[in-house]
């Protein structure tokens, strides 16, 4: 779209750009084609346009993908959108505001992109909400105001690092692509904007730590970054003790910490007893026969190398919105590792009976207590449950949770709608038993 076609549209919805929305349409079809290019869409693609304005991005958008949804927080422009595709049906267009927009629905639409020209008053918020971990986006192209895009891309030591550069460098690996000069915009700016490309940081090449923890520890210090961090930390563990384990001087101040230390500070103040444990390969099983009956005990290596019978838990958390709760299971974990599972499962020890095991196992990966366990049912052993006997349980629970970062990325609660959308387009997304722990919990439970 040139300049006259961004103003007809501008002039067909009745909107004057506005300077406290950040509207600075973008007028130059030859950028526009270009910024598209760098999101690479795959016809399976699902995109999602943050900010699409008059459209500059979207007309080149939409005939690559598999899905494409807007998010505009102008009513105006999104009545335009829904006027302008209507004979569209893979465009889907939102009036909301792309900070509070639910990113949710998105992981039954893998793999999804994301795009924006977004406003610079909002921009932090946006990528907040949509490139948070665990999130579904594989790869982003945002066009900001350069001194933004500095501020992300700032390191360790620069006047600019700060919690934005840390909220987005934990994640993603940001690379600045091109400026782009104010006259490519109208209203001009006095400006200029950067186009910067993000990838997802390998999840390997950092320790397993609690996002939501580091978020907090890093907002505490940066609250008065020219003061020694040690100062808005929690009393224990000791700091000098924390700051020998990290590998930082005692008087160190936020900004002098890189990605790993500030994942090293997070393990060090992670209260869970299992927050470094992936796995427990010399725990004790029971080997039991088609019957559920004892035969023996072995290890859990012995008894995954050997393919034996054995006994597990999953448990179900609901909340008072009837969201269910599932968890990304860590990359260190030795089977099924990164994808989706039930909120809480596990072995039953050696010796150990199905509820006192479901029990001590919403605990250990929840943080739950004493709260009501509803048995639903049994699976018998298969390949698909990896030879267990499985028993599923429900329970309800409305608060935060506490698990271990070695053992789970995540946790998010989805609606059981979400969740059925989402098994039958992407089982590969989920352990290979969760498909029929699901079934039986909607057969047995009025969701």
Request: contains cysteine.
């Amino acid at each position: 779209m040139n300049k006259t076609q961004i103003l007809d549209v501008l002039a067909e919805a009745g909107v004057s750009p506005s300077k406290a929305l950040g509207q600075n349409f973008l007028i130059d079809e030859n950028v526009a084609k270009w910024i598209v290019a760098q999101l690479d869409i795959a016809p399976d693609d699902c995109v999602v346009e943050v900010g699409p304005g008059t459209g500059a991005l979207t007309e080149h958008i939409a005939p690559l993908c598999r899905k494409l949804i807007l998010v505009e927080y102008d009513a105006r422009l999104a009545d335009y959108h829904r006027r302008r595709w209507a004979d569209s049906p893979h465009v889907c267009v939102h009036h909301a505001d792309g900070a509070g927009w639910d990113p949710r629905p998105l992981f039954a639409e893998q793999p999804v992109k994301f795009i924006g020209n977004l406003p610079y008053s909002a921009g932090g918020a946006i990528l907040q909400n949509f490139l948070t971990s665990p999130c579904a986006v594989s790869r982003a192209v945002v066009m900001l105001q350069k001194e933004f895009i500095d501020r992300i891309l700032a390191q360790p030591g620069d006047e600019a690092f700060g919690l934005l550069s840390l909220r987005v460098q934990m994640d993603w690996v940001p690379r600045a692509l091109k400026t782009i000069p104010p006259e490519a915009f109208s209203p001009r700016p006095k400006i200029d904007s950067t186009v910067m490309l993000l990838s997802p940081r390998n999840p390997l090449e950092l320790p397993p730590y609690d996002h939501r923890l580091a978020d907090e520890l890093m907002r505490r210090c940066f609250a008065q970054r020219r003061k020694q961090m040690h100062k808005q930390l929690p009393a224990e563990p000791p700091w000098e003790q924390v700051a020998a384990q990290v590998g930082i001087a005692p008087q160190a101040r936020p900004e002098e910490l890189g990605l790993a230390q500030w994942a090293a500070l997070t393990c060090a103040y992670d209260p869970h007893p299992l927050a470094g444990v992936a796995q427990r390969d010399e725990e004790l099983f029971d080997v039991v026969d088609a019957a559920d009956r004892v035969l023996r005990r072995a290890t859990r290596r012995e008894v995954h190398e050997g393919g034996l019978m054995h006994r597990a838990v999953h448990i179900l958390v609901f909340n008072k919105n009837r969201d269910c709760l599932l968890q990304q299971r860590s990359l260190l974990k030795d089977r099924h590792p990164g994808v989706w599972d039930s909120s809480a499962a596990g072995h039953v020890d050696a010796g150990e009976d199905y509820d006192s095991a479901a029990r001590r196992e919403l605990e250990e990966e929840l943080g739950i207590r004493d709260t009501k366990l509803l048995r639903l049912g049994t699976l018998p052993p298969s390949e698909r449950t990896g030879m267990e006997h499985v028993a599923v349980y429900a329970a309800l629970h409305t608060g935060r949770v506490y698990y271990p970062a070695a053992e789970i990325s995540g946790v998010l609660p989805f609606s059981p709608e979400l969740i059925d959308a989402w098994l039958a387009r992407r089982p590969q997304d989920f352990a290979n038993s969760f498909a029929a722990v699901w079934q039986l919990v909607r057969r047995e439970v009025q969701l």
